[in-house]
């Protein structure tokens, strides 16, 4: 089992910045590739970002590319998303989950694959 805890998100004005952290414990992080997902009102949730185990390999989804930016510390068994430029369409729960995969360098962006997930994060944007 992997407990996955988002935090850093809030309200922001368009155009603004935001760092969320997700923080992991209770199995080998490094064993694991993360991924950042979203859901807004009404609407299905989407992959954002993804990250391989070794953080050598990242993925975006083209709504974000050149916005967005994921790493990970895994001395400190966190992954993290940093926002910028944000929009107003970025508005919604955030989430970060995990998936077992030690030693590949491929990031799955498809929800089914991730095999633990975190409570989520709100982000708001504002006009």
């Known amino acids: 089992q992997v407990h996955l805890v988002e935090s850093g998100g809030g309200l922001v004005q368009a155009g603004g910045s935001l760092r969320l952290s997700c923080a992991a414990s209770?199995?080998?992080?490094?064993?694991?590739?993360m991924g950042w997902f979203r859901q807004a009102p009404g609407k299905e949730r989407e992959f954002v970002a993804g990250?391989?185990?070794?953080?050598?390999?990242?993925e975006y989804a083209d709504s974000v590319k050149g916005r967005f930016y994921v790493s990970r510390d895994n001395a400190k068994n966190t992954v993290y998303l940093q926002m910028n430029s944000l929009k107003p369409e970025d508005t919604a729960v955030y989430y970060c989950?995990?998936?077992?995969?030690?030693?590949?360098?491929?990031?799955?962006?498809?929800?089914?694959?991730?095999?633990?997930w975190g409570q989520g994060t709100q982000v708001t944007v504002s006009s």
């Open positions: 989950a995990a998936r077992l995969s030690r030693g590949t360098i491929v990031v799955v962006t498809i929800m089914s694959f991730y095999n633990f």
């Open positions: 209770g199995r080998t992080f490094s064993d694991y590739a």
């Open positions: 990250i391989n185990w070794s953080g050598v390999t990242t």
